[in-house]
């Protein structure tokens, strides 16, 4: 196993080597003469020799380009949908990121508050076995008398029957 490490280890590491290589030409060989750029055959463009040839489509190029037509409807209702929905996924985030911000500089004693009016909503859920009704009346029942203890003043407005904005007598 070593000598494998070590065979493939070394030709890697010198990879990362550099250094200079100097060449002079051999004293007894014969003086060659050198050869310009223009006239290796590496730089010389054939004239008139190229021609452009599609090739012929593949049976996987023709089955794709037979479903097109078919996929097309459902392409632009997912681009008409993600095209609604975006700007509503915007405004989510934002919302979440204010209300961060907002849990991150809390008032003082918001969270205790919010832990009664929790707490209040589980007691609710244990009082609250065997119906199915009860199951939905009592937990937001308690969870609502605790905030209401905790928040007399918006309690009272969420409470009135005449404050209500989108009712249908207001509009």
């Given at each position: 196993?070593?000598?494998?490490?070590?065979?493939?280890?070394?030709?890697?590491?010198l990879s990362l080597l550099t250094f200079k290589v100097c060449a002079s030409p051999k004293r007894d060989s014969p003086?060659?003469?050198?050869?310009?750029?223009?006239?290796?055959?590496?730089?010389?463009?054939?004239?008139?020799?190229?021609?452009?040839?599609?090739?012929?489509?593949?049976?996987?190029?023709?089955s794709i380009s037979h479903l097109r037509p078919y996929c097309e409807p459902?392409?632009?209702?997912?681009?008409?949908?993600?095209?609604?929905?975006?700007?509503?996924?915007?405004?989510?985030?934002?919302?979440?990121?204010?209300?961060?911000?907002?849990?991150?500089?809390?008032?003082?004693?918001?969270?205790?508050?919010?832990?009664?009016?929790?707490?209040?909503?589980?007691?609710?859920?244990?009082?609250?076995?065997?119906?199915?009704?009860?199951?939905?009346?009592?937990?937001?029942?308690?969870?609502?008398?605790?905030?209401?203890?905790?928040?007399?003043?918006?309690?009272?407005?969420?409470?009135?029957?005449?404050?209500?904005?989108?009712?249908?007598?207001?509009?």
């Amino acid at each position: 196993m070593f000598k494998v490490i070590q065979r493939s280890v070394g030709p890697a590491s010198l990879s990362l080597l550099t250094f200079k290589v100097c060449a002079s030409p051999k004293r007894d060989s014969p003086h060659k003469t050198s050869v310009k750029v223009n006239e290796l055959s590496l730089y010389l463009v054939p004239e008139g020799q190229s021609k452009y040839v599609e090739e012929p489509r593949t049976q996987l190029e023709e089955s794709i380009s037979h479903l097109r037509p078919y996929c097309e409807p459902y392409t632009s209702w997912c681009q008409e949908m993600y095209s609604q929905t975006k700007p509503k996924m915007q405004s989510l985030v934002q919302w979440g990121l204010d209300s961060y911000e907002y849990l991150q500089n809390a008032p003082p004693g918001f969270f205790p508050r919010v832990g009664v009016i929790g707490f209040a909503g589980i007691v609710g859920l244990l009082l609250a076995r065997g119906s199915k009704i009860k199951k939905l009346v009592y937990p937001p029942g308690f969870m609502g008398l605790a905030a209401s203890l905790y928040y007399p003043q918006q309690a009272i407005v969420f409470v009135q029957p005449g404050n209500v904005k989108n009712s249908p007598g207001n509009k």
